[in-house]
């Protein structure tokens, strides 16, 4: 199989990490026989040096020739940076807005994984982590609270705040599809996260959840509301498998599942639109802190490009390998400085791409 992927390297360790995770794709390539097309464009920071704004329609027009995206990060130190001296529409952040909404990209996948080598970073009691867990966040991208009318007025002499939240069936519809194609590559178990005592945008919600989970019998569906949904992510993460929700309850779930794992340099993530298309990137930023020093974990990387085979390319047996390589160079007790502990083994970055390339 041919796969046509563009790469954004981005700003700070973007570039080292997205080579890490290029040369593991090369590795699995060489393994089974396919083709890596690899494309690169500027985004962020180093496309505002470059070309003078943080995305070209240039490359947005390689990004949607491609068959997938694989990012690093983007974006400088916000305190120091030149970029952010510049207005909001030419940061480095206007980059990602602008290709997200470009690619129209209305779901956000991010799993949370708790490694066994790794389980002394959980902040969680003993007694749960051990337990582990293996849940993937997938949370509604483009509606919502984030993008629904707002303003503030005065009234009766004060201010006067209104945000919006609004959903139709049909954006709630074919998230929830999304949500269901996945939990059956998955643990076939999707719990769907509303508010629905008191919003009727839940309330909507939860029907069409409902209407979907018809098309799905081998797939559970349960519902929970969101205070309970974040109670349970620190008293029981075990029992998740999909978490389905809309905009700003994912926003927030997510962020308290990756601290949950307690290793950002590991979390990956993937947003899809409605075809097989997909942007592929780390949950982390672009850490300036340590850019250039090849020490950044690249694992988060690697592990959305394992998302990209398995979700734009069903190329599931391909995934499996790099998260088996990943899962083994933590048992060979490889670690890179962010996840090192004392008595394990400190690698570079780019020693880290090859001993995965190795298992591979
Ligand atoms: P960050 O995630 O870049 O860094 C937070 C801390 O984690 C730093 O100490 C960093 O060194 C460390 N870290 C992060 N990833 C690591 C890795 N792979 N290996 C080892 N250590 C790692 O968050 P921040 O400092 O708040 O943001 C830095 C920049 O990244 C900002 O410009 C921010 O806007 C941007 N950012 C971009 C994205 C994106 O591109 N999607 C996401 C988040 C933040």
């Known amino acids: 199989m041919v796969l046509n992927i563009t790469c954004i390297p981005g700003d700070g360790i973007g570039p080292e990490i ?4 290029k040369k ?3 590795a699995v390539a060489k393994k089974y026989g396919h083709e890596m097309k690899f494309t690169d464009i ?13 995305l070209t329609d240039e490359a947005i027009a390689t990004a949607k020739a491609a068959d997938a995206v694989l990012m690093g990060s983007i974006g400088g130190n916000t305190s120091t940076s030149p970029w952010y001296k510049l207005p909001p529409e030419k940061r480095p952040e206007a980059g990602l807005l602008k290709i997200r909404k470009a690619l129209n990209l209305f779901a956000n996948l991010r799993p949370a994984y708790l490694y066994e080598e790794l389980a002394a970073a959980c902040p969680l009691k003993e007694e749960i982590s051990k337990a582990g867990f293996d849940m993937l966040i997938m949370r509604e991208l483009t509606g919502g609270l984030y993008f629904g009318e707002r303003k503030t007025v005065e009234e009766n002499g004060e201010l006067k705040a209104i945000d ?8 709630i519809r074919r998230i929830a599809i999304k949500g269901f194609e996945i939990a059956r590559k998955r643990r076939k178990k999707v719990t769907s996260v509303d508010k629905a005592n008191v919003l009727d945008s839940s309330r909507l919600w939860r029907k069409v959840v409902n209407e979907v989970a018809a098309d799905y019998p081998d797939v559970t569906v349960e519902h929970m509301l969101v205070d309970n949904c974040a ?27 990756s601290m949950v794992t307690g290793s950002i340099g ?3 993530s993937a947003s899809l639109n409605d075809t097989k298309f997909g942007l592929y990137e780390p949950s982390h930023g672009s850490a300036p802190d340590i850019a250039g020093q090849d020490i950044a ?18 190329l599931d ?3 499996d390998v790099i998260e088996g390589a990943v899962r083994q160079v933590l048992k060979d007790g490889y670690r890179t400085v962010d996840i090192y502990s004392e008595g394990m083994k400190k690698v570079s970055c780019s020693e880290m791409g090859d001993l995965l390339c190795e298992r591979v």
């Open 18 to 21: 997205v080579n890490q995770a």
């Open 24 to 26: 593991v794709l090369e």
């Open 42 to 54: 500027l985004m962020g920071g180093a496309s505002i040096d470059a070309c003078g704004e943080p």
């Open 164 to 171: 919006t939240l609004t959903y139709s069936e049909s954006e």
């Open 231 to 257: 109670m349970q992510l620190v008293k029981d993460p075990a029992q998740f498998d999909v978490i389905l929700t809309e905009n700003m309850f994912g926003d927030i779930l997510s962020d308290e599942a």
């Open 266 to 268: 590991m979390l990956s």
């Open 297 to 314: 974990n690249p694992i988060a990387t690697v592990l959305s490009a394992a998302m990209m085979l398995r979700y734009s390319f069903d």
């Open 317 to 319: 047996k391909e995934a």
